[in-house]
Structures are given as C-alpha cells and as structure tokens.
C-alpha cells in the first residue's frame, strides 16, 4: 500500500454521537482496505452472520479493544467499544480519522492537531447572497414515488449546511428521537410547509409534505432541487427550465465499477449498482410503464449480454431504495468468468438490453 492510512474520513455529527455509538465507513474502502485482508475464515463469518469480531488498536495511545464490524449493505459501522474512544479521545465533529489494517489487526489514529474546518463560522447576510445553494441534487426515479413520499440527502451535507446551523437543543432532539420538525419554504411559489428530518444513518430523509410538493411542482427523473438553510427555515428550489438529460453519450460505458467482495460472492450472488448510476443510465430509458412496475413490484426482468462473448441472459434488477441488485445469473456469470475483487465491470443500456463487459487485464 503507498498510503499508509488508505480510509482517512472527517467525523459527523453521528459518528460522534455517544447515546447511539458508532463509526460509519464506506463499504468499497472497508472491503478494498480491510475485508481483503482478513482470513478467509473471518470473510466467511462476515458474510454468513453480517458482522466479525477482531482486535483493535489506537495508534496514539496504544489501547487495544475488541470491536466489531457490521455490515449494513451500503456500508459498514464499527461498534463495540466506539462509544468508549469518542469519550476517551474527545472526539468531535470535523476532526479526521485515519484507519488501516495491518497484521490482523485494526489500527486507527485521530491526530489532534489536525482538525478539519467544519464549515467556518461565517456571518451570513441574507439578501448578500441571491444564489447560494450549497445542497444540489438530481432528482432520481425512488425521489419522485409519490406511494412513498420521502427526499434523501446525503448525511454530510446536511450536516455541514444544515445541521451546524442549529441550536444545541434541536441538534441533540435530532439525536435522539432520529427526527424533527423543520420549517420550509419553497423558494420558486413562497409557499410554506411543516415538514420532518429524519435520520436514517448514512442519509437523511426529508419527509411531511414532499409528496404534496412532487404533484404540485411535478417533478420527474433529472430536475435538479436545490436546498439552503436561512432564517430559522429550510428554503429550497427547483428550476422549470432546467432539466437534466442525465444520459451522456460521449461515454459508451457511462457505469463503471470496481468489483467489491460482496459482488463477487457465489454464495449470496448479486452485483451491487449505486442508484443513481441505474436510474440516470438504465432506468433514464425504460417506458413510464416500466418504471412504475419497478416501483410497485420492487423488481423487474430484463435481458443482459456479456459483450465479450456474445452470451444472453434473463436477469432482474431488483430496487433496494438507494442502491439496486442485478440477480437471477449473477453467480453463473462470476464463475464462467472468474471474477475477483478489484477487476471493472462496466455497463450500458441499448435497445432494451443490458449490455455489460469485464476487461480482462
């Protein structure tokens, strides 16, 4: 490894949170940096029970704990004695975190002296700024499901232009009942709404009202939202006249992802795509009839062929909220050509079928 800390992540506020303690990681640098490496009889308890057992180390004091890690299918928490290093370390948010293993063993360090700027104090003038808005999203296919009304943003940026502009009081409220009442404004009509935070780990979900907002401003797949925190309310806006064509042919393989453990598991055969690669490049095509089946029915049949070798299969992609799996002969597939950990598959939709290719090196 040429870094010697390979996962380096700045804390948030529910990293740092004791009542309910634990460190959340991404899962391709947990399995990329840590599960590759551990014996394959810890791989194989991690994958039959969901979670493993094993040594810890602060390499700044030298404590040693027995942790644990969790997988949570997007990503991994580390528990255990979590809520014992916040306290002990003072850990708070913004400070880095740096982890690797070595020797069987979890190493961490939070150097002290290196604080990462949580979002700096900054007096805002309200009308300085017209068009600040530091939260931008593309609107996805599970966004506009008025059956299930609810808005992901990502837990970062909430926290970092949000969350830090709120009381103590409301941010430990957040803590711990995982939700609480916002005031917002729609920026393009004026309009005012009660509406709900909710903490959901590694997102937030903001709830109430959106399914009211999606038939009122009719929002589809590619409008952008933005959001901003001002005054006491959350203000946000969605452009009319700006629509995303979220497909790009410049890229004749515009997904591509590096195989992780999890994919490459014969036991439990699925490959794992991020949702909004699969609705900006896959479902961006599909009928209005088709994307509602995949709402209502969670799953869908759809043709796939290995580009490299000619070969058709009748596979599913099935909609797990922000993520989607590609079952049905996922597992054929990884054995017929020996996948592993590391190697890139890349993918695209055309003609109704989903086309993919592994290069071999």
Known sequence: MQDHWPIKKALTLSDVDITHPFLTLSRQQVENHIVLHMTTEQQEHLRAQGQ????????????MYVMKLKWRGSYYNLIGKWGRVVRG????VGQEIKIRWENGCLHFSVPQQQIVAVPPIRMVAAPVVQDHWPIK?????SDVDTNHPFLPLPRRLVEDHILV???????????KEEHVNVNSRDYDTGEGYIMKFKWRGNYYNLIGKWGAIIRQKGLGVGKEIRLRWANECLFFSVPQERYVATA????????????TLSDVDTNHPFLTLPG???EDHILFYWSQQAREQLRNEHQMNINARDDDTGDTYLMKLRWRGSYYNLIGKWGKIIRGKKLQVGMEIRLHWDNGCLFFSVPQL
Do not use: Y
């Open 89 to 92: 370390k003072g850990l708070d």
């Open 276 to 278: 909004k690669a699969v």
């Open 52 to 63: 493993v057992d094993f040594n810890a180390r602060d390499d700044d004091t030298g404590e």
């Open 137 to 141: 999203k593309i609107l996805t296919l």
């Open 165 to 175: 502009h709120w009381t103590p009081q409301q941010q430990e409220q957040l803590r």
């Open 248 to 259: 790009s042919a410049m890229d004749n393989w515009p997904i591509k992802k590096a195989l």
